[in-house]
């Protein structure tokens, strides 16, 4: 390593269960390149996963728990023996190139589509009530790629000992799967979080209403996964503004440090906090930068911050303790070998923006490294 300005990204960290080299960890990507109706992954996403093996910890594609859970075409599911067996060509590939990898668990609740639902129904979140925006339906729909939401449907009560197997049963999977733990995701306005939010809970019963009701299948879930997996082994994301939908709570700068604090004493791997900012369509401010550090404050372990984060400002933050490590997104996707390109100061590749989402290797596995070697695996 030559460059000293980023030496706070380079220190070793410790997790509960392990030891991860660095700082600058991959942020979770969604890139829709699974296969459409099985949700599996594939070489080509093990080559891409692998490429980009020198992180900290990759924490992968968001992946649901289930049909229902899923909101957006061609993204990959950890509940069927095939999608487990796919994601196995993934985990080894990471591992045989060094790297530690993270399943995310991904529930989208409102921000779906009959398409994606069993028996077409509407689908489920905290409360009935219709998101802004398009969904992104691929070629499910004949008025695609893009729909307009439709008015979701509360979960009923009786349902969520039924959605919390499905967390349980993904953890399963996931540890089949070769994955090294678990990230819960309870940001970016998903499931989870619109129980949190006080603007999509408007439930009546024990899971709505008062801050402590809307927290509690954060803390439910949590607690389902922790009991089928070591509490080291699972993360927890959480993002205080900003996601798809347009909705908001009331208070974030009370409601998020109340769920961090949730989340102290259990011994998890980390959190992993999204600061708001550009790319969750909340831009930043000091408001948002307040509530993380307060977040920062509010839990007792390993602290991941992402949100837009240059290496310099992500370097700054370990240094001074307001983070342990920064998850970073595009520059991942552009440059696989981020943490030797960050080390040397550059040059960095541009990310294409046009091959973000859907189809294949090209904008995928195609950027070069600085040391270019031989590709670990084939294309096919």
């Not at 728990?65 to 196995?88: C, D, L, M, N, R």
């Not at 990310?351 to 070069?368: I, K, L, Q, S």
Request: hydrophobic content about 35%; glycine content about 10%.
């Amino acid at each position: 390593m030559t460059d000293t300005q980023h030496s706070a990204l380079f220190d070793a960290l410790d997790l509960p269960a392990f030891t991860v080299p660095n700082r600058v960890w991959m942020a979770p990507l969604t890139r829709s390149r699974s296969t459409a109706e099985e949700c599996e992954q594939t070489p080509l996403h093990a080559l891409y996963y692998s490429q980009r093996a020198s992180a900290g910890l990759i924490v992968s594609e968001a992946t649901q728990i289930s049909h229902e859970g899923q909101g957006y075409a061609w993204t990959p599911g950890i509940f069927t023996e095939g999608q487990v067996e796919s994601w196995k060509l993934v985990t080894d590939a990471v591992h045989n190139a060094g790297g530690r990898i993270f399943c995310q668990l991904w529930h989208v609740g409102a921000i779906s589509h009959p398409v994606f639902q069993p028996d077409g129904k509407a689908p489920v979140s905290a409360s009935a009530w219709t998101p802004e925006g398009e969904a992104f339906v691929g070629d499910r729909h004949e008025e695609g790629p893009t729909v307009a939401f439709g008015e979701s449907r509360a979960l009923p009560l009786d349902q969520i000992p039924r959605l919390l197997d499905d967390y349980r049963h993904a953890a399963r999977c996931a540890a089949k799967a070769g994955f090294d733990g678990v990230e819960i995701h309870a940001a970016n306005n998903y499931l989870i979080d619109q129980f949190i939010r006080s603007e999509t809970n408007t439930r009546d019963d024990d899971y709505g209403g008062n801050l402590d009701n809307r927290l509690r299948l954060l803390d439910e879930v949590v607690a389902a996964v922790t009991e089928v997996l070591p509490a080291g082994r699972v993360g927890v994301r959480l993002s205080p503004m900003g996601g798809p939908g347009g909705t908001s709570d009331e208070k974030p700068e009370e409601t998020y440090p109340a769920a961090a604090a949730k989340l102290a004493g259990r011994g998890l791997a980390y959190l992993h906090v999204v600061r708001p900012n550009g790319q969750t369509g909340s831009g930043g401010s000091e408001e948002g930068d307040s509530i993380v550090g307060a977040m920062r404050e509010a839990f007792d372990g390993v602290f991941v911050a992402n949100g837009d984060f240059e290496p310099e400002e992500a370097a700054a933050w370990v240094g001074d303790g307001r983070a342990d490590a920064v998850t970073f997104g595009r520059e991942f996707i552009a440059n696989p070998d981020l943490p030797a390109r960050i080390a040397a100061d550059g040059p960095y590749n541009e990310p294409d923006a046009d091959t973000f989402y859907g189809g294949g290797a090209e904008g995928y596995v195609d950027y070069p490294a600085l040391n270019k070697i031989d590709d670990p695996l084939p294309l096919e």
